[in-house]
Nanobody
Framework: QVQLVESGGGLVQAGDSLRLSCAAS????????MGWFRQAPGKEREWLAA????????YYTDSVKGRFTISRDNAKATVYLQMNSVKPEDTAVYYC?????????????????WGQGTQVTVSS
């Protein structure tokens, strides 16, 4: 059983940068592929980025490509999401998730474990 705890959310202004962290415990973090999702009020959960268990490959949805960067530190059992040039439309609850399989990482159902989420609010 893997527990995931996100942190780093908050209120920022458009154009600012923010780094989210997701600390894992209770499992072998380095064996899991990790993803970041977000959910805005009234909208479906949206996949943002994923990183393979080794950190060797990363994937992004088009809307954040070039602005957000996913990374991981297996020694610290932590995955990060660096968010640059944030926009009001980035306002959402951000979730990290862990997947044992390396396929279809853009799908929420691929992931077995989820964090509780951290709120990011971007003011204009």
């Amino acid at each position: 059983q893997v527990q995931l705890v996100e942190s780093g959310g908050g209120l920022v202004q458009a154009g600012d940068s923010l780094r989210l962290s997701c600390a894992a415990s209770g499992g072998t973090f380095s064996s899991y592929n990790m993803g970041w999702f977000r959910q805005a009020p009234g909208k479906e959960r949206e996949w943002l980025a994923a990183i393979t268990w080794s950190g060797g490959s990363t994937y992004y949805t088009d809307s954040v490509k070039g602005r957000f960067t996913i990374s991981r530190d297996n020694a610290k059992a932590t995955v990060y999401l660096q968010m640059n040039s944030v926009k009001p439309e980035d306002t959402a609850v951000y979730y990290c998730a862990a997947a044992a399989v390396l396929r279809r990482l853009q799908l929420a159902r691929t992931y077995q474990y989820w964090g509780q989420g951290t709120q990011v609010t971007v003011s204009s």
